[in-house]
């Protein structure tokens, strides 16, 4: 079954950057809105950025100025790159997108939400 897949993750200093990345574990028709989300230890999922179909991004208040959403409409790939990372950054980070694996999708123009098993960002002192 088709889902996502996280890469880019580790541990980095303060003040560093990392660059994630997100593709579909095989290849789908279309990726609309993609979406990263956070999770800290003790703490609920929290949103982070969004970018749209057409390819306008949002940002969480928290990383606005620091974090860049985008996505490669060609190869149906997404990436969140994260710069002046803080301490607080530190979660498992999630990407999830609505995608189109379907013809049958494709041609009514329907889709489904999935997510992936997420990555660890680890930002130390």
């Known amino acids: 079954q088709v889902h996502l897949v996280e890469s880019g993750g580790g541990l980095v200093q303060q003040g560093g950057s990392l660059r994630l990345s997100c593709a579909p574990s095989e290849s789908v028709f279309a990726v609309n809105n993609m979406t990263w989300s956070r999770q800290s230890p003790g703490k609920q999922r929290e949103w982070v950025a969004s970018?749209?179909?057409?390819?306008?991004?949002t940002y969480s208040e928290a990383v606005n100025g620091r974090f860049t959403i985008s996505k490669d409409n060609v190869k149906n790939t997404g990436a969140l790159r994260m710069n002046f990372l803080r301490p607080e950054d530190t979660a498992v980070y999630y990407c999830?997108?609505?995608?189109?694996?379907?013809?049958?999708?494709?041609?009514?123009?329907?889709?489904?939400?999935?997510w992936g098993q997420g990555t660890q960002v680890t930002v130390s002192a």
């Open positions: 970018i749209t179909g057409d390819g306008i991004p």
């Open positions: 999830g997108a609505n995608m189109m694996t379907t013809m049958t999708q494709l041609m009514k123009g329907l889709s489904d939400e999935y």
